[in-house]
């Protein structure tokens, strides 16, 4: 067998998961060598800058990470301050990135568009596991570049691949044409994004943290600028999934936020449709015509801008010549689907879980992060880190502590589907629910 050790782990991403990554596998005595499409550490975290986050430091710092940062004289931020994305960044992603140990292995403005096997497509079998893979990326002159790599980690996420707004998956008609007023996640209306939103008609699409926190932001603006009108319609019906644990919640603030929403509910200074099934949306002089349904009735919204809060999804364009197994409900691996799928259980735990659930058919080949979760709509940091710990144990052979997962999560929240009622959970940070205001 071909010896590989001379070359890096690639990992895609440098967001808190990419640079637990690095730090695990420099742990491990393993070589990581970084991609990240953006100019700096967290280039996704910091499209919610102003967000704050449920779950406190205790929960954000990778420990391994922690161990590199210590040695060079940081200093942990209160382990019960809960931090904003911005600060995520500068207080802990930045500085982990400028370490010497990571910086090294950092690649900014490296975007990878594919990977495969050396001298491999997906369908050639022979010598497939003893050759290296091959990691195909472009600079930000365009220039494309390819790289061997003894194993690949994908911690890249999925906030690039928002779902659209159609309940059957796909977008409704108008949506892309109209793709000016959208906004996608969690705007900052307060800031950044205030002048699109002030005195104007916003519908706030999703029943979602996300969606929650957009809908409070807009009503302190709604006090500075009364002309500002707010619709919120989510797809699932009730105000139940936005109560959740309540105060019994283990993340207060997560818990205070659905109490929240419920009052701005009540208190008639937005107007809110549950369910609603949107159907298209056309364009009227300098106003959006939103056509839907909420319970067999159709009703039409004239408003000016759209917020869609609806989550996200893994983007596997750049995998297509690995051989993946994906469950085909969630779009995890088949070992994990069962612990994380909403159809199935309401997520009163998450079981920890490492390499044995995380298993591709490619060998040496993880997903890990927000991604390996798929479709499923909650993930917690802390997971992601435990999960690197565990493949970076795989990878050098250490196979005990590989599946000596463990993993301390705060219990209770909101986690639910159509056919199943409001039960505890334990994510504190996630695509479309994971935030504080």
């Known amino acids: ?7 890096p ?3 895609i991403g440098a967001g808190p998961v990419g640079l637990a990554a690095a730090a695990q596998l420099l742990a491990r005595g393993v070589e990581p060598l970084v991609f990240e499409r ?3 550490a967290g280039a996704s975290v910091s499209n919610w800058a102003h967000v704050r986050l449920f779950s406190p430091w205790e929960y954000n710092v990778d420990a391994a990470a922690r161990r590199l940062l210590d040695a060079s004289g940081w200093t942990m931020p209160d382990p019960d301050h809960l931090p904003t994305g911005g600060e995520l960044i500068s207080d802990y992603l930045a500085p982990l990135a400028r370490h010497p140990e990571i910086a090294s292995r950092l690649r900014f403005g490296a975007e990878v568009t594919d990977i495969a096997r050396e001298g491999h497509s997906r369908l050639s079998g022979e010598g497939r596991d003893a050759a290296p893979f091959t990691v195909v990326w472009r600079d930000g002159q365009g220039i494309r570049h390819r790289t061997r790599a003894r194993a690949v980690i994908d911690a890249s996420g999925t906030s690039t691949n928002p779902n659209p707004i159609g309940t059957d998956g796909l977008p409704v008609d108008g949506e892309t044409g109209n793709a000016d007023r959208i906004d996608y996640g969690i705007p900052d209306v307060l800031g950044t994004a205030r002048p699109a939103h002030a005195g104007a008609r916003t519908l706030v699409i999703g029943a979602g943290h996300s969606a929650i926190n957009t809908v409070l932001d807009l009503m302190l603006l709604q ?5 500002t009108r707010i619709v919120w319609a989510t797809r699932s019906g009730g105000i139940g999934r936005l109560i959740g644990g ?11 936020l659905g109490l929240r929403a419920a009052e701005a509910i009540r208190s008639g200074r937005l107007t809110f449709h549950s369910p609603f099934a949107m159907d298209r949306i056309d364009r009227q002089g300098q106003a959006l015509r939103v056509s ?3 319970d067999g009735q159709e009703i039409g919204l004239e408003v000016d801008r759209i917020v869609v809060a609806t989550g996200f999804r893994p983007d596997h364009s750049m995998l297509r010549e690995l051989r993946l197994s994906a469950d085909p409900v969630v779009e995890t691996t088949p070992a994990l689907a069962p612990l994380i799928d909403p159809n199935l259980h309401s997520c009163g735990t998450v079981r920890p879980h490492g390499v044995v659930e995380l298993r591709q058919p490619e060998s040496d080949f993880y997903i890990v992060g927000m991604k390996s979760y798929g479709r499923a709509p909650t993930f917690l940091m802390a997971t992601g880190y435990e999960q690197m710990r565990s493949v970076a144990a795989e990878l ?15 219990e209770t929240g909101v986690c639910k589907t159509a056919a199943l009622p409001a039960h505890p959970v334990c994510c504190a940070m996630d695509r479309e629910d994971g935030f504080s205001r």
Do not use: N
């Not at 309540?246 to 205070?256: I, V, Y």
């Open 246 to 256: 309540g105060l019994a919640d283990m993340l207060p603030d997560r818990g205070r």
């Open 38 to 40: 953006g100019s700096m």
């Open 396 to 410: 050098v052979g250490d196979h005990a502590a590989a599946r000596d997962v463990r993993l301390k999560l705060p």
């Open 1 to 7: 067998m071909r010896d590989l050790s001379s070359l």
């Open 292 to 294: 839907g349904r909420r």
């Open 223 to 227: 006090d500075a600028e009364p002309a």
């Open 9 to 11: 782990t690639a990992v």
